[in-house]
């Protein structure tokens, strides 16, 4: 499912916003206008996520391999990353300037994502400065994946 700004969407923030609203962090906030198609996968779909490295390797940070975000196609630069995916090198809470946290780009993980997997799917949406995610950028948010049984880094 290749999503661009014409695409229809099951939700939306202003006529229904669904689940991702309700969730902690609010998730729909990172689509544009909360706009958003909810998808059971059909078969094991592979996935990727880009972030700090040894994910899979260094004893006690395997689970950096597993975040909430996700694209279908691995990435080709850091750049691209920050850019395309709207991945911030910091995040600072608007309201109060205080760091929240940071996202290194210093790997791409394939993760396997089960067939019955709940995916949520829709374009990046803009994080601020040139961080402008877009029509050309889809993303796909699943909750914590590393709860569900079947999922491989």
């Known amino acids: 499912m290749n999503l661009k700004s014409g695409a229809k969407y099951n939700h939306s923030m202003i006529e229904n916003p669904g689940l991702l609203a309700e969730m902690r962090g609010n998730p729909a906030s990172n689509f544009p206008a909360g706009k958003y198609n909810v998808k059971i996968?059909?078969?094991?779909?592979?996935?990727?996520?880009?972030?700090k490295k040894g994910g899979l390797t260094i004893p006690g940070e395997e689970q950096n391999a597993l975040g909430q975000w996700f694209t279908r196609e691995a990435a080709e630069s850091v750049a691209k990353v920050r850019?395309?995916?709207?991945?911030?090198?910091q995040w600072i809470d608007p309201k109060t300037g205080v760091l929240t946290g940071t996202s290194p780009i210093e790997s791409t993980y394939a993760i396997k994502?089960?067939?019955g997997t709940t995916i949520y799917e829709?374009?990046?949406g803009y994080q601020g400065g040139h961080y402008l995610?877009?029509?050309?950028?889809?993303?796909?948010f699943i909750s914590?994946?590393?709860k569900i049984n079947g999922v491989e880094p």
């Open 41 to 51: 996968l059909d078969e094991d779909t592979t996935l990727y996520r880009s972030g």
């Open 113 to 115: 994502i089960p067939k």
């Open 83 to 89: 850019i395309d995916s709207a991945v911030k090198a």
């Open 144 to 146: 914590e994946p590393w």
């Open 122 to 124: 829709g374009l990046v």
């Open 133 to 140: 995610g877009g029509e050309n950028c889809n993303q796909i």
